[in-house]
Every structure is written in structure tokens, then in C-alpha cells.
């Protein structure tokens, strides 16, 4: 069964710059497209980024668009996310969550609705970020 970690969540000043990681164990990562979600206290479940299995498929929420950066390494079973410049409205627990989606599928194509939860069959516990002065 595939097991999803997040790792690196901290208290930040605005400004600031946080990495996150996920850490993927029990299967092969290349088989899998991921997404990062972040949700505020009270506020529904939203999508910052996603890569596709073969990674040449990136998409970012136009808020975060120029500020973070996601990744992945396969043979580290891992994928990151960059954050730089952060700010208050990027404060929430941030998850990581996993869809089954081999070479040559679509996932995490372009115009991909990032806010879609389906598809995601494994899902972190989450890592808190807050950004705060």
C-alpha cells in the first residue's frame, strides 16, 4: 500500500521561504502524479500544485504562480515544494496526496483543475504552515 509523509511545516514571517517534502514509501513512485493541497482553518480544501508521474506536467494556482516551485525525485521517492516569499493567505495545514497515473495518462495536464480531489487515492497527514508577524 502506498504511505504519504509531509515533513518541513514551521512558523515563518511574511517574506520568508519554507520547503516542504513529501515522502512516498510502499510502492514505486513513478507510477503515481502528485498534488499538493493546502487548507485554513474553517476553508475548504484547495490545490497549489501538482506534477505529473514522468514530471515534464507541471500545474501551480495562479496565486502561488512565480512563488513556489514543485518537484520530484523518483529514485529519492520524494517531492518537494519551494516556497518563496510567503504570505499570510498562504498560511494552512498543506497535504500531499497521490493518484495512480502511469506514462502516457493526463493527469496534472494542462489546464488542470488543481481544486479536484478526484483521482487522489492517498493522502498525507499534512504539515502545518503559518505565516505570521
Known amino acids: 500500500q502506498l504511505h504519504l509523509r509531509e515533513s518541513g511545516g514551521d512558523l515563518v514571517r511574511p517574506g520568508e521561504s519554507l520547503n516542504l517534502s513529501c515522502v512516498v514509501s510502499?510502492?514505486?513512485?513513478?507510477?503515481?502524479?502528485v498534488g499538493w493541497f493546502r487548507q485554513a482553518p474553517g476553508q475548504e480544501r484547495e490545490g497549489v500544485a501538482c506534477?505529473?508521474?514522468?514530471?515534464?506536467?507541471?500545474n501551480l494556482a495562479d496565486s502561488v504562480k512565480g512563488r513556489f516551485f514543485i518537484s520530484r525525485d523518483n529514485a529519492k521517492t520524494t517531492v518537494d515544494l519551494r516556497m518563496y516569499y510567503l504570505r499570510p493567505a498562504d498560511a494552512g495545514v498543506y497535504y500531499c496526496?497521490?493518484?495512480?497515473?502511469?506514462?502516457?495518462?493526463?493527469?496534472?495536464?494542462?489546464?488542470?483543475?488543481?481544486?479536484?480531489?478526484?483521482?487522489?487515492?492517498?493522502w498525507g497527514q499534512g504539515t502545518q504552515v503559518t505565516v505570521s508577524s
Open positions: 510502499g510502492s514505486t513512485l513513478e507510477n503515481y502524479a
Open positions: 496526496a497521490a493518484a495512480l497515473a502511469p506514462k502516457g495518462t493526463y493527469f496534472c495536464s494542462a489546464f488542470w483543475d488543481l481544486n479536484d480531489l478526484q483521482g487522489y487515492g492517498y
Open positions: 506534477i505529473s508521474s514522468s514530471g515534464d506536467s507541471i
